[in-house]
């Protein structure tokens, strides 16, 4: 009978695990803000292990754009050659500097919106809004769509 008293005292006023950034019971505009920031925290670092965690696996890149004023649409790849990209050697830091990351949330469904302006080291190179579509698993939020802009005057 001790023995289950003190199993049972254990259990009780075991410290509980606080939750972790994409923990699915964390209050899930935090959970989703954080995937965004973990993305280009990941990108900077030029780790692909990191990039690759935050996409779900069916997840596809877009890019809208402007061509010699003619709107066009480039990417809709899986996010498998960009997470590549990320991780293999370049010479310049990836640096995506986010704006402020504005959250909508429905059930299992989220939409990230922020500006980005891009830079190659200290060189700026673009910038543009980045769109993000995310989705609840049984892993927390993956990014599902990840479309953005590119233009070369953010003023």
């Known amino acids: 009978m001790r023995t289950f008293l003190v199993l049972l005292a254990i259990f009780l006023f075991a410290p509980t695990a606080s939750a972790q950034p994409n923990d699915s019971t964390q209050d899930p505009v935090a959970a989703v803000q954080s ?17 690759r965690n935050v996409f779900h696996p069916d997840a596809r890149l877009h890019s809208s754009m402007n061509r010699d004023g003619v709107p066009i649409v480039g990417g809709g790849d ?61 892993d927390g939020w993956k990014m599902l769509n990840v479309v953005d802009t590119r233009r070369s005057d953010c003023e």
């Open 78 to 138: 899986s996010a498998d050659g960009f997470v590549t990209a990320v991780g293999t050697p370049h010479d310049e830091v990836w640096d995506e500097q986010i704006g402020e990351v504005h959250v909508r949330v429905d059930e299992g469904l989220a939409t990230a919106w922020m500006d980005y302006r891009f830079f190659l080291g200290e060189q700026f190179s673009h910038c543009g809004v980045n769109s993000i579509q995310l989705v609840l698993t049984e």
């Open 35 to 51: 995937l965004v920031v973990e993305l280009f925290d990941a990108m900077r670092a030029g780790d692909s292990t990191r990039v």
